[in-house]
Structures are given as structure tokens and as C-alpha cells.
């Protein structure tokens, strides 16, 4: 199982703050739903939902976060995506 943020409107997924693919074995994978929120609120990334994929099926479940959740933090901190 994956934990992946993706942009709603283009349908790509996080791969670092700066980059975003459209291939999710790419992207960053935040094994915890709750670090994908707080990491989407802290940067205060709009438009992002998070996906769970599941190795065993090929249907995603999709949770899109509330805008006011990105909204909450005013100040942008880089942190690198490492596990």
C-alpha cells in the first residue's frame, strides 16, 4: 500500500515539493495518511487529495482534503521527502 498526494485538476502526484509526475510508482510515498495531510497543510499546497493504492486491487481510494486545510499554514518550510 501507498499513501500519495495528487493534484486534482492535473491528476499528477508528488514526487518532491518542486516535481510532480503522472506515473505514481514515482512519487513520494508517505506510508501514513496523516503525513500526507500535515505535509499538504504545512506547505500549504492547494487543490491536493490524498490516494491510497493498493497493491492487491486496482481501484484507488481517494480522499480529497478540505482547501481550508492548505490555507491554515501561511508559511512555506522546505523539507526534503526522504523516508
Not at 514526487?15 to 510532480?20: I, K, T
Not at 501514513?32 to 490516494?51: E, M, N, W
Amino acid at each position: 500500500m501507498k499513501i500519495l498526494l495528487q493534484h486534482v485538476r492535473t491528476q499528477l502526484y508528488l514526487r518532491s515539493l518542486v516535481n510532480w509526475t503522472p506515473n505514481p510508482g514515482e512519487a513520494f510515498d508517505f506510508r501514513h495518511s496523516q503525513t500526507g495531510i500535515d505535509f499538504a497543510r504545512d506547505h500549504a499546497l492547494p487543490g491536493v487529495q490524498i490516494v491510497i493504492k493498493l497493491n492487491s486491487c486496482e481501484d484507488d481510494a481517494v480522499f480529497p482534503l478540505p482547501a481550508r486545510a492548505a490555507a491554515l499554514h501561511s508559511r512555506t518550510q522546505l523539507i526534503p521527502l526522504a523516508h
